[in-house]
């Protein structure tokens, strides 16, 4: 029955987008790194096939644009929830254009489109976390106050919560949902700070589920007919650790994706994907 | 079964009767009489039978209430009273007791309308001569005995309430009698003519309702605003009151709540008499409400907030909400019908509605096919209760910085907007104490884990007026939805200036108790057409987050008299309530022969939670501090309220979070409080004691009962002390991240199930001519007696997260099937325990303080719940005990009605930990054995 907040994690499209070369040298990172740009592009396509093959999600493949470096990372350019698509207003200079494609990309497929137009607004996709029930808005480099409105004004239904980010990228750069009304965090204290936060700010109760890395909290449910609750997660290469936090999860279907060489361009899980689900539109 | 109803409620019927004309109670009970004879001879057979087994099994009948009355005789009325009121020893304290009590009985006198406190004194009168009954007739003229006592009972109460304020007196018979029409509709006008002295002045008020049309009804000048709310209630034909609340435009055209307990001419002021009813507290869960009729009427609320935009939602929510409007208004979708969109664009659905939306509206509406009106409300509500501004009444503010924001009071706490977004959130066990100041708010947080000391957060609001008003609607809210009673109006307690403003209605436990009673066929109401909408008194309709508040509910002026809020059969405080229960039950067991039940698993999934202790600190340097706290009560005791300011401190009943005696010193009078708290209980507890019986469990907790009555008075009185508790408990909720105590938890259900006598297992038994081996049958699996719970635990407080379902399963076992002779009943027996009982395995018993039995019961389910109290060394903790017993013929889908308890007793008590969860199940196979 279709209804209001129904079927959290329930996808059945994915939108991605190639890797420029131009990612090895121009794309935005925290800290000095070499990528490689080839081997980036391996761990992509593999991440790709896990949405297309492994969990049957429809993916709409966008092409590289080589003056868009950071063009891989879909998440910060749109937040997708039921049938609107608020197509974002990106915080990095360099990043404005990488909404284009996106909004085209969203209007064949039907959403409603809400474009971020205030010039003193901004805001990443990977600074929202939704839960099911509400979002989270982190208040980070990328992302001001203004552009936290324009997102709680496109999702009436939701109630939207600032949390300022005091390290890291962005929100999602140390957490994510690992399930309905489960919160993956990472530990490190801003980390933590946070997730006090949003507790405290939220009307809801939610689970945590804590891992000793940071980048490992960010991971990316889902919930699809027949296959139940699916988890891509960090490899063990990465973090062994807080894969053995994952692999306590017994009801999930765990799939760890590498994410080696994205992360030195801060990208995670998330942020590489914009997850969409047409049947629960109405 | 139906007879047996039928009988209750005839006995009851007369009850009131006589009730509502107090000189004729002789004649009251002398049909109670009847009645009960007429009953007698009806089941003169099954008694003799059962006479026999009386001798040993009588206990099985008897219902926890009946054990209590045991051992609450052996507390002596005296000396409970008297306890009761010990922590207020002062003068004007005591005055004001009486005068609550006095008046509350009046002229209809009917008990369940009588202030709590009121409650246990009659209760304790009534009790004590039923209770010699108890032990040597058979239940079922123990049953009759009760309630012909009543009437005498009422008499007397009347009488002595004679004395009280004639004026108030007069006001509540009055409201009282209104409520009572709406179920007996024969006396109903009666009591208001009885009343009523001098014919005053008649005014004609118009009542905007919520479907737009308007409900003129002639009061009386000096009426309070109670007596018009119950008229509109009436007229309306709802019992579920207590969630709605009438409203008025103050000279500055704001929209105020009218206070029940005061005249409406002074509200008013100006001589514009009119008024709108409004959804005053939303419930969160509206499938929890008990009648459609109820949900229909909150429907038409939120249709309007959608309408108006005051509960913003997005497009799609929009139409689904639309969709569901039409379906419950129009039925099916004709497809014969012409052009069925110029019909919707006729219709007010959203703000900005277009064409869009409307096609929207009409395609999901056309999905709708074959629902009910009755289901298609509750599909609107379920919609309509997640999104994040609903119940949100919002106030425009500005912070510290002198930052427009908004304040929006709801079921949980205080929320603060900026904007649209959320950007602070206090709830209400963050919150110590709610004040204003001219046109200052300020609300004292609770320190977090890392903090030491309490800050204080202030706002500033337009005016004194919106500072009061969204005083009140905290107040109001905190009552509502976070008290278990209300806490009672401040008048010469300790410490107040300014307003003495309380919450005074129901709460929303309470309602939820009286409504899980309401017992009358669905009524039959007409669906009127959206067309209505847009009503003329709803003026201002803005209001998004950003913009404005919303201005209905912008003020609450006052809470309701809570003697007034009860409909005659759902009424009733909890004692009542356990009263016409039992009666049922006793019923039931002694006529088997009416029982149609053919098979029947009752399931017991009783829910006990428990609450952390803290450390006792006792204070050191009482009796100066005393004197200096009598001096200043005294010094603030009048009546005069201050427009300027008020403060109120939250405080949580005690059967929600119980209580630990404050640990750390704030100021010199709290201190000196706390000490006094010390007193009372130890003073209490002693005679309690001693007369606990070694059968601790049941006779334990049902003998405190009326002391956990006189408790809460006490604790109620007590700010400094609840919030303490508060205190506790936040630390509690803070240091588990999640919800902290889900931890199923034990229950002597197995056990309990023989003593107590589960209604319809016994009853079961009994057609049977089967000896009951039912209960037996659990007591495979003892357990530690609920109020042996000894706090040894230090001033830590533990929690423990446990995701039910998991751990449930994975601790479920199996018990025995046992097969009876004649009928073949399988028995079966599923625990959980938390493994944190480490409080209550070792030592001794704590000292039982309090404890309390209620029980509800609705068609095919009967829910008991004990709240025992127990102080050991200065600790002190409260366990809840919810056995929940369905029975039907049906397959009952267990796991459902066991999380669905839990689910229920976690939000009932959301700051609780479940220890223990038993479920006991039996089934009988007889058909075929046969």
């Known amino acids: ?282 | 079964m139906t007879t047996e109803a039928g009988t209750e409620t005839e006995v009851k019927e007369k009850s009131e009767e006589s009730a509502a004309q107090p000189d004729q109670s002789e004649k009251a009970t002398e049909e109670n009489q009847e009645v009960a004879s007429a009953e007698n001879v009806a089941t003169e057979g099954e008694e003799k039978k059962e006479k026999d087994k009386e001798g040993k099994g009588i206990s099985r009948f008897l219902p926890p209430w009946l054990k209590k009355q045991k051992s609450q005789s052996q507390v002596p009325g005296k000396e409970t009273s008297p306890t009761k009121e010990a922590p207020r020893t002062q003068e004007a304290v005591a005055k004001v007791t009486e005068e609550e009590e006095g008046p509350a009985p009046a002229v209809n006198g009917h008990p369940e309308e009588v202030e709590e406190k009121e409650e246990v004194k009659l209760e304790q009168k009534r009790e004590s001569p039923s209770k010699a009954s108890a032990d040597t007739q058979p239940a079922k003229e123990e049953k009759v005995e009760e309630s012909a006592e009543k009437a005498p009972e009422e008499a007397k109460s009347t009488a002595e309430g004679e004395g009280a304020e004639e004026e108030k007196k007069e006001q509540k018979g009055e409201v009282e009698g209104e409520g009572e029409g709406e179920t007996l509709t024969s006396i109903f006008q009666s009591p208001l003519r009885l009343v009523r002295k001098a014919k005053m002045k008649l005014v004609v008020c118009h009542v905007t309702l919520l479907d737009g049309t308007e409900f003129p009804c002639e009061v009386e000048k000096r009426a309070k605003g109670q007596y018009l709310f119950f008229k509109v209630c009436e007229h309306l034909n709802l019992l579920e009151k207590d969630y709605f609340g009438l409203t008025y435009k103050d000279n500055h055209e704001q929209r105020c709540w009218l206070d029940p307990t005061k005249e409406i001419k002074r509200q008013i002021r100006s001589n514009n008499w009119q008024f709108a009813f409004n959804v005053k507290f939303y419930p969160p869960d509206p499938s929890l409400l008990t009648e459609d009729i109820t949900r229909y009427l909150l429907c038409l609320q939120l249709r309007e907030d959608v309408a108006s935009g005051r509960l913003p939602c997005s497009f799609v929510t929009h139409a689904l909400l639309g969709s569901y409007t039409l379906q419950a208004e129009l039925g099916d979708y004709e497809p014969e019908q012409p052009r069925p969109l110029d019909y919707i664009s006729q219709l007010t659905f959203a703000p900005n509605q277009n064409k869009e939306m409307e096609e929207k509206i009409l395609e999901l509406y056309m999905s709708h096919r074959g629902m009910t009106p009755a289901q298609a409300d509750s599909q609107f509500l379920e919609n309509a209760k997640k999104l994040s501004m609903y119940g949100v009444d919002l106030h425009h503010a500005k912070d510290s910085e002198g930052v427009d924001i908004m304040l929006g009071v709801c079921a949980n706490g205080l929320l603060v907007y900026k904007d649209r977004l959320r950007i602070n959130r206090f709830a209400w066990p963050k919150i110590l104490k709610i004040s204003y100041k001219r046109n200052n708010f300020y609300i004292k947080i609770r320190p977090g884990e890392a903090e030491q000391f309490e800050s204080t957060v202030g706002f500033k609001l337009p005016n004194h007026r919106s500072a009061k008003r969204l005083w009140k609607v905290c107040v109001e809210n905190h009552s509502f939805f976070r008290l278990n009673t209300p806490e009672p109006p401040t008048k010469a307690r300790f410490l107040t200036l300014g307003s003495k403003f309380r919450y005074s209605g129901r709460t929303q436990t309470q309602t939820r108790q009286a409504s899980s009673l309401i017992d009358r066929p669905a009524p039959t109401f007409e669906r009127t057409s959206s067309k209505r909408i847009s009503r003329s008194l709803d003026g201002a309709p803005v209001i998004s987050i950003t913009e404005a508040g919303r201005d209905l509910a912008s003020s609450a002026e006052n809470g309701r008299e809570p003697n007034l809020e009860l409909p005659s059969d759902s009424k009733t405080t909890e004692v009542e309530i356990e009263e016409t229960v039992v009666i049922q039950e006793v019923s039931k067991a002694t006529k088997p022969g009416h029982v149609t039940v053919t098979m029947a698993p009752p399931v017991t999934p009783p829910v006990q939670q428990e609450v952390r202790e803290q450390e006792v600190k006792a204070a050191e340097e009482a009796v100066a501090l005393e004197e200096a706290k009598a001096g200043k009560q005294e010094s603030i005791s009048s009546e005069s309220e201050s427009e300027e300011e008020a403060e109120y401190h939250p405080n949580v009943a005690a059967s929600i979070s119980h209580t630990q005696i404050p640990e750390e010193k704030e100021e010199e009078i709290e201190e000196e409080k706390r000490e006094e708290d010390m007193k009372v209980e130890n003073s209490y507890s002693t005679p309690d004691a001693a007369s606990l019986p070694t059968v601790a469990s049941q006779s334990a907790e049902a003998a405190a009962a009326e002391a956990e009555e006189s408790r809460r008075e006490e604790e109620r009185g007590k700010k400094e002390r609840a919030e303490e508790e508060e205190r506790a408990e936040e630390r509690e909720t803070e240091e588990s991240t999640e919800d902290p105590m889900v931890t199923p938890d034990e229950t002597p259900n197995g056990h309990t199930l023989s003593e107590e006598g589960t209604a319809a297992l016994v009853a079961l038994a009994e057609e049977e001519k089967e000896p009951k081996m039912n209960g037996e049958t659990s007591l495979a699996e003892a357990e530690p007696r609920p109020q042996v719970i000894c706090c040894s635990e230090p001033p830590v407080v533990k929690t423990e997260m446990v995701t039910i379902s998991d751990t449930f399963a994975a601790q479920k076992t199996e018990i025995a099937t046992k097969e009876v002779p004649i009928v073949h009943t399988e028995t079966k027996t599923i625990t959980y325990e938390a493994a944190q009982l480490d409080g209550s395995a070792d030592g001794e018993p704590g000292v039982l303080m309090t404890a309390q039995t209620i029980t509800s019961e609705s068609l095919c389910t009967t829910t008991t719940t004990h709240i025992t109290k127990t102080l050991k060394g200065g600790l002190s903790e409260t366990r809840i005990e919810k056995r929940i017993v369905i029975t039907g013929d049906a397959d009952i889908d267990h796991d459902q009605a066991l999380a669905q308890a839990i689910k229920e007793a976690k939000e009932q008590h959301p700051d609780m930990s479940v220890t223990r969860v038993v479920v006991h199940k039996e089934t009988e196979l007889a058909e075929e054995e046969d």
């Open chain 1, 1 to 282: 029955m279709a209804g209001l907040m129904a079927g959290f994690g329930n996808f059945t499209h994915a939108v991605v987008r190639g890797i420029p070369v131009s990612l090895a040298k121009e794309a935005l990172r925290g800290k000095e790194s070499e990528v490689d740009v080839a081997k980036a592009r391996r761990e992509h396509e593999a991440y790709v096939e896990v949405l297309r093959m492994r969990l049957g999600l429809e993916v709409v493949e966008l092409p590289a644009d080589e003056s868009l470096p950071d063009c891989v990372f879909v998440e910060d350019a749109a937040v997708v929830c039921g049938d609107t698509a608020l197509i974002t207003r990106p915080g990095a200079e360099s990043r404005r254009k990488e909404t284009e494609a996106m909004k085209c990309a969203l209007k064949e497929l039907d959403l409603n489109i809400v474009e971020m137009t205030d010039e003193t607004a901004t805001l990443d996709g990977g600074d929202v976390l939704f839960t099911g029930r509400e979002f989270f808005v982190g208040l980070s480099k990328r992302t001001n106050q203004r552009g936290a409105e324009i997102l709680a004004d496109a999702f009436k239904d939701y109630a939207v919560s600032t949390v300022p980010v005091l390290e890291g990228l962005h929100l999602k750069s140390f957490c994510s949902m690992g399930g309905p009304g489960l919160i993956v965090i990472g530990s490190s204290e801003p980390a933590q700070k946070a997730l006090k936060t949003m507790q405290q700010m939220s009307d809801h109760r939610y689970d945590k589920l804590t891992v000793p890395d940071d980048l490992a909290a960010n991971c990316i449910y889902m919930n699809l007919p027949n296959k139940g609750h699916v988890l891509l997660h960090c490899t063990a290469d990465e973090f062994p650790e807080s894969v053995k936090v994952f692999e306590k999860l017994k009801d999930h279907m765990l799939i760890p994706v590498s994410n080696m060489e994205k992360v030195k361009v801060d990208g995670a899980l998330t942020c590489c994907s914009v997850l969409i689900n047409k049947k629960a539109n109405i």
